[in-house]
């Protein structure tokens, strides 16, 4: 068995599609292809092969990602399959190993994914960077501490208008929260066409718009289906207001909606505010979650492009045996004038491996945390000196699996 890596040529692009079904369970219909065909960057994707057989997949996106203070573009890892028939023997990692070396090239300082199975990426310098928790809402009247505040207004709107009025209020949110990415039109297409045969029993998308004295300042996308009870579930996907009244109000709009038990959804960002905003937080059953993994690409752009909550100095080591171009020692200063990243020829302060810096990267693990579970040594002022200056205030979330 010989196996060939290389870019998907355009004449392999349905079997491209027909050995990722396999692994992942999923019999692609021609209307699927189709619109997977629009929403992935083909021009991005590898194969592995066996002869003229496809056994391995792997696409990416070209993402802009929030990080603390910036944005970054980020390879947004996807579509990572090998055959049964193939498993096991070094493919994936030759796939991955290869990508991890053009983003490199190409200046993608970052990468990221969701993970399938949590064990497989860190060994490919991805750490576990956003979490998440499913929520499960019960409604019951009068559950919101905070009386009401006045003057929002709630109107339901077509597809055609959500494209419209939702990406700008998207992107408010999304340029505050690491962890984000941006959203191109197409993405906004694929995302708001909803087709009957992916719904799975539930309704449509609904779309509620929030607005106080005729400026628009919030929405939610959401379905709902009948339970067992005779009554009806609210599926959330994403709610967002520009402050903390709004999305509340667009909460308390989606609890008093007649009918309504509970309001389920899988990906609330963990930050959500529940636990003041209701009389009894135990109504919002929520249980964690893993969500987005990061893998710092270019450690010290990566360093330098975001910004940090204190000053501070600290020599860094980091160890990266995939990357090799990252094994280096970084003098991360940060100063009022901002940060700066140079490579030094002196010993760390603190070493860290890469998949640990980023879990620490978007302001998830503490420093201190890192080094309690033995993922970063050295200096305990300096680690002291790490988990402050890379906290940040806003909570990362990652509003959607790609
Ligand atoms: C996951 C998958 C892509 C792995 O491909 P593969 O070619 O068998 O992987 P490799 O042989 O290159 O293995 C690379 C390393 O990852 C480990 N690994 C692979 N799959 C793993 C898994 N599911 N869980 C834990 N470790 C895993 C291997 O043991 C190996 O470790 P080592 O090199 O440190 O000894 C393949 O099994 C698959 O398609 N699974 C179903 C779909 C899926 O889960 N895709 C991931 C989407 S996020």
Redesign the pocket.
Known sequence: MTITTGPLLPDEVDKWFGAASV??ADDFTPERIERSKRRHRLDRATAAKDGDEIV?TFGSFSFLTTVPGGELSTSG????????T???????????TEHLEVCHARGEPLAT?????P???G?FGFGLAVGHYDLKLSVQPEMFREPRTSGYEFRLISTVVALELLPPMFENARIQTPGMFARTPEWWGFLLEDPADQREGWSSHRRVVASVGGEDVGYAIFRARWNDQGRQTVRVSEVFGIDDATERELWRFLTEMDLVEEIINWNEPIDRPFDWWLTNPRLAARTAGDALYLRLVDVQTALRSRQYASVGHVALGVADPICPWNERTFRLSVTVDGPTCETVDADPDVRVDVAALGSAYLGDASFVTLATVGRATGDPEALSQLARMFAWDVAPHCQERF
């Open positions: 692994p992942f391995g890892v996807t579509a990572v399959t090998v055959l049964p193939h498993r096991r023997r070094g493919i994936l990692r030759r796939l991955m994914l969701w993970a399938s199975e064990a497989i990426y060994r």
